[in-house]
């Protein structure tokens, strides 16, 4: 069956440091894989987009990685503050389709 | 342009009454999306327009949903005879469709309790 998996419902890390979030996926091939923040009670914002034929993307504390033989994406937050505390949804675009598959979702907290 | 607006921000009807939300996206985007997003969930794919044509629908939508998207601008999301099971936050987003992938603009989402 088709799976997309965010490593872990919470995450708790100390301000500072760096936040590592994991998107794997099964039985899905996708052109594109995205990355959201949520936070309480509103809708989702884009932060980055990765092709499948790029390794690394940045974008300023940023940074997203995709291996599509091992179907894994992360999503890094270098020197993290508690504002970046949030829930992070990974999504797939399969291009054979015109909508996003999202994950469930991580939500991080970054301590003072 | 503010981005996308959806009305009303929280409903609460009673269960078999009908409910209809709007959604108003970025006035360039010709892509207009419906999900829902339950508690602890990630949005869920409902249906998704491109300027007044509805291209695509989840199996997930019962014949109670219907959406609409009247010249290609704003959409409606109509629930007919709500269930309990139709609490969830909707979400609306917008894009434009090109040759690659673009992220999507969501609205804040409406959310809906059935009592």
């Known amino acids: 069956s088709q799976k997309i998996e965010q490593n872990s419902e919470a995450l708790n890390i100390q301000e500072g440091k760096t936040a590592t979030l994991t998107c794997n996926y099964t039985n899905y091939s996708p052109a594109y894989l995205q990355w959201y923040r949520q936070d309480p009670g509103r809708g989702p914002v884009f932060l980055l987009l990765i092709r499948e034929n790029e390794k690394e993307k940045r974008k300023e504390r940023l940074k997203v990685t995709f291996d599509t033989t091992l179907k894994q994406s992360l999503f890094h937050i270098t020197a993290s503050q508690p504002a970046d505390s949030a829930t992070y949804l990974c999504?797939?675009?399969?291009?054979?389709?015109?909508?996003?598959?999202f994950g469930k979702g991580t939500k991080l907290s970054v301590k003072p | 342009d503010t981005g996308v607006s959806q009305d009303p921000r929280h409903k609460i009807t009673k269960r078999g009454q009908n409910v209809t939300f709007r959604c108003d996206p970025i006035?360039?985007?010709?892509?207009l999306y419906w999900y829902r997003q339950t508690l602890g969930q990630g949005p869920e794919f409902l249906t998704y327009?491109?300027?007044?044509?509805?291209?695509?629908k989840s199996r997930l939508l019962s014949d109670r949903f219907s959406a609409e998207r009247p010249k290609g601008s704003f959409s409606t999301l109509e629930i007919q005879r709500t269930e309990q099971g139709d609490s969830a936050m909707y979400l609306c987003?917008?894009?434009?469709?090109?040759?690659?992938?673009?992220?999507?603009?969501f609205g804040s989402g409406t959310r809906l309790t059935v009592v």
């Open positions: 327009f491109q300027n007044e044509a509805q291209l695509e």
């Open positions: 006035s360039e985007h010709n892509r």
């Open positions: 999504a797939l675009d399969m291009r054979s389709q015109g909508n996003l598959i």
């Open positions: 987003a917008s894009s434009f469709a090109g040759t690659g992938s673009v992220g999507y603009t």
